[in-house]
């Protein structure tokens, strides 16, 4: 099934001679391991082809080949200009006019809140990354060669926006491009290592802190854990250290519902939710001002740690008893 | 491509009417769900499918479509029996005298070891898991219809034994076979949690302690962990819950060799060895009178705690230095 504004795409990637590929700003693996690989691939064609990139290569994407490509400004007037893996033209940062400076202006995404204005838009919701629909563009509309510096690009990109293939977006496509993917003797265990498993000593830190601070009610079925200003003092803590420590609860075997706790301010705390099998958390965040959905929801909550943890078991241990 | 083999095993299941199918003892993800998916595709057939097993199913499998097929004992005598993903007759435990005792044994399994005789054996060492033999059979062979419970069963058979597709045993034909399984519009994110995600609350306070314990030497690229005798007293600790407790320590960025050491018995101590990117840690562990490979390798080593600390510091740092 061939789709027209692809096949536009295609058709000025064809045409062009100089091109910027311009990743969304702290470009993860898809929009980097995409834009890589699109750049090898016209680079292949003979194109000329510029990865503009806002900041410096994460430690954790640096294994990524065609990282000569790879440039932080550039002084050259570019053809076409390749908006990728990107909602919001805003999200270039400082390299924005790059994109409006261009002859063609060409955009490739999958994010269902897309409102880039370009020449040509192509956004596809079903795919789980863009770097599936790179995949699609270079095999099916540029009829370029796929090759093992590609393909661990692609398979990068992918694994990354799927969780390596354990979030919802996963679909039979996804494996059956990563199925292709895997013909071309890629690394994909290193790829998996460096994307998911490694952690900063900062995040260990604050992974042990919240396991010493689980607490168990319910007869095991909640598990409820925090992190105050003080178990952070003197740490250099980034925002994505935070992510996935809710987690550490609900992962437990036996446990229903986690719920997390983070002072952000003195005295007050976000809290987060998430259960497993039965009870819907979004209806207990809303009683504290929150929302979300039925596995996963978040409030804002000022009080005594001790306090908000008593409110919140007598509020929570109803619901997992399935009485109200 | 037809297998000679598997055509004579589709033969006798589609002849027989009373078949057993007997997983290894302990059965996992990949046995079961491959006992499972196998007795629900003989069911439709119109035939009787018990599935034997040694011990109660665990709790992250218990979601398995099919649980009604199975058996802890029983007093029919069989047309035919299955040994399932086991390599060593032996290992049927107490269920040995149904293979024994069918007028036909048939046995399909993936392992290099396997040494079962039986009157027809299908050995797949290429395939990752017993499942993606179990898929074929079902659909080439035995031509039984796919549906969502046995794609559920096969689906959690392959991704136990590929780790979620991250072990190097996962090939491009896994993958398509899973792309093929989630047709059937499988909770295949349920699956992953039940069967990799959760852990055992001794298995999270192993994890603290060893956290707790973690030092780093070498500029951070050796870090250093341990479970002592006394740091386990009054806990009920499987074998299991001191599984990959060494990649705490290999997943902190920046590590390249993390070494984990378990007190066995009173100052004896299992050594484990991780590395990431260079070091041979096989190497290592022969030197202290172990083995392994290039990333993984293990030994034993007596003495107080400190001082073997001190001498696998002292080994280890040349090799992460590339000095000797």
Redesign the interface.
Known sequence: MIDPTLQKIAWHLTEGRNIVILPHINADGDALGASLALGLALRSMGKEADVLVEEEIP??LDFLPGQELIKSDSQKTYDIAVNIDNGDITRLGGRERFFHSSRVRLSIDHHATNKVIADYSYVDTGSAATGEIIYDLILNYLKADMDKDIALCLYTAIVTDTG?????N???????I???L??YDID??YV??KVF?????TK??L??QT??S?L?FGN?KLAVSYLTLKDIKNMKVRSDDYEGLV??G?????VEVSLFLREELDNQYRGNLRS?DYVDVSKIAEKFGGGGHKRAAGFNITGKLDEIIDDLVSAILPEIRGVD
Not at 197 to 201: K, Q, T
């Open positions: 430690s954790n390596g293939f354990r979030y919802t996963t679909t039979s496509e996804t494996l059956r990563c199925a292709d895997l013909n994909f265990p998996i290592k498993d490694m952690i900063s000593y260990m830190k992974m042990k396991m010493n689980l168990l095991g987690n550490i609900r992962n437990l075997e036996g497993n």
